[in-house]
Nanobody
Framework: QVQLVESGGGLVQAGGSLRLSCAAS????????MGWFRQAPGKEREFVAAVMWSGSTRYTDSNKGRFTISRDNAKNAVYLQMISLKPEDTAVYYC?????????????????WGQGTQVTVSS
């Protein structure tokens, strides 16, 4: 059983940056694809980014160029660097561990989830 704990959220002005961290315990992230999702108020949770064990990444079109996902298997951690933040990026951000090594972007393809960290971008 892998436990995931996110940190690094907060309040930032539009155009600012934040770096989210996700620490895994109780097991290794190993070859699992790791992902970040977010849920804005009144909206469904949506995919943000994912990184395979090989370092290959996937982003949504709205995040590409602004968000960078990375992982450190030695530290059992995943990161999401966000720049040029916009008010529409306001959401609770969740870290998730996929159940397989290939690239996965759908919620049902992820086994373990953190409790989330709030990101609020003011205009």
């Amino acid at each position: 059983q892998v436990q995931l704990v996110e940190s690094g959220g907060g309040l930032v002005q539009a155009g600012g940056s934040l770096r989210l961290s996700c620490a895994a315990s109780g097991g290794t992230i190993g070859s699992r694809t790791m992902g970040w999702f977010r849920q804005a108020p009144g909206k469904e949770r949506e995919f943000v980014a994912a990184v395979m064990w090989s370092g290959s990444t996937r982003y949504t079109d709205s995040n590409k160029g602004r968000f960078t996902i990375s992982r450190d298997n030695a530290k059992n951690a995943v990161y999401l660097q966000m720049i040029s933040l916009k008010p529409e990026d306001t959401a609770v951000y969740y870290c998730a561990a996929g159940r397989m090594a290939r690239m996965v972007v759908r919620e049902y393809e992820y086994d373990y989830w953190g409790q989330g960290t709030q990101v609020t971008v003011s205009s």
